[in-house]
Every structure is written in C-alpha cells, then in structure tokens.
C-alpha cells in the first residue's frame, strides 16, 4: 500500500493527472451551504487548531459538480457525501444515507425531529461486494473528547464500510481530504491513497494521523 499526499488546490492537481492514476474517488467535498463554525477544539498535533470559521469553496455545489463531472469522465467509482437541504446531483445510481446516531443533529428545535443524517451519492462502474443496507451507521465525532480534530469530520469505521465495496489494492483519491480519515480508512482496508487539501492547517492535521496510523504497519508516504 502506498500514500501520496499533496498541499495544494485539487482543481488544478486534478487536471494535470494521467488517466488511470485512480481508481475510485471517495470524498466529502464543501456541501455548498456556506456552513460556519466558531468551535474552537484542541489541535490534534498540539499546534494547529481548527477554528476556521468557515470552509473554502462552501458558497455552492461547484466543488462536488466538479468531482462528478471528472470521475463521470473516467467512469470509475465515485461516493460523495452531500447535504440534504440542496439540489442532489444528477445521474447518481444510488442514495446512500449516513444515521450519524442520537447525539447528533440540530436542525429546526420547534419542529420535534432532527437531521441526524447526511446523504452519500453514489456513482460508477466497479463497485462489489455483499449487498448491503444503503442505510450506513457511524456514530458523528461530536466532540473533542471523542477525538475530533475537523469540524466536519466523519467517523473512520463509516469510510471503511464505503471502501470495502472497493476492489483489494485499488488506489482511491480523496480531493477533499480534511483531516486525513479517508487515507486511514484505506491504510485499514488495503487500499493505496492519493489526499488533497487546500487548507496547510488541516494538510498537517492529516498528515499527522495518517502518520500514526503508518507506524503500525511500515508503508511508504510521499508529500508533495
């Protein structure tokens, strides 16, 4: 297995890639809701706090449109994960829904439900495996006592269950990488990976944990 991760804007990295590079795409691009926090957590790496007040390219869907349009364009496997309260993208095969658990979900408070879910569209050719629910369950990190070093962070056991339907040793990019949980959900899996992130806070965030989770298990890593 093999991890390649680069500081810097997917756009532009994107264009340049050869065909045949990747083999999946699994990320979780700015939903386009123009989505703020004012959280202030503990750094992960004892330097770099998350208090960004908002997310990079989250005005609209062009991110994610992007995403669809350049793995469509390769017609290899594609699982983002969006918001239910904009437009869906079009053409996906299926609608995966993550129940991120009790604890989590705000929403409304005078209406007597709560949006404790996210939706994961799902696109391409090459997915496997059993067939499953396309209900996935992963409790949200919601606070830092629970580890949580991303505003926005999703829980590793829920990218594993998407992974999984993956062929072995594939290699996945994730363009969007956050704070790195794709790439140790793919070192948990056999999986190669390729992360970007334009953010250099959260670039060493992940760099950081997918470290840790190397050190278990000797693989190679190139920065860029």
Not at 26 to 39: E, M, S
């Amino acid at each position: 297995m093999t991890v390649t991760l680069h500081l810097g804007d997917c756009l532009e990295y994107m264009k340049s890639m050869p065909d045949k590079s990747v083999d999946a795409v699994i990320t979780d691009p700015p939903y386009g809701v123009d989505a703020r926090t004012g959280w202030v957590g503990e750094s992960y790496d004892g330097e770099t706090p998350w208090n960004y007040g908002s997310i990079v390219n989250d005005k609209d869907t062009t991110m994610r449109d992007f995403i669809v349009a350049w793995s469509g364009g390769r017609d290899i496997p594609l699982a983002v994960f969006g918001s239910s309260h904009l437009p869906e993208p079009d053409d996906y095969l299926a609608r995966l829904i993550w129940d991120k658990g009790e604890a989590a979900g705000m929403g409304d408070l005078s209406i007597p439900w709560k949006p404790n879910y996210d939706f994961i569209h799902i696109f391409g050719v090459g997915w496997n495996g059993k067939r499953n629910s396309s209900i996935l369950r992963g409790n949200n990190i919601s606070r830092i006592s629970m580890g949580r070093v991303h505003p926005h962070e999703k829980p590793i056991s829920l990218l594993v269950q998407i992974i999984e339907k993956l062929p072995k040793k594939c290699t996945v990019l994730d363009p969007f990488m956050g704070s790195g949980t794709t790439g140790i959900a793919c070192l948990k899996t056999g999986r190669n990976f390729i992360g970007i992130e334009i953010d250099p806070g959260y670039f060493k965030i992940a760099k950081k944990r997918i470290e840790d989770a190397q050190r278990q298990m000797i693989l190679p890593m190139e920065i860029l």
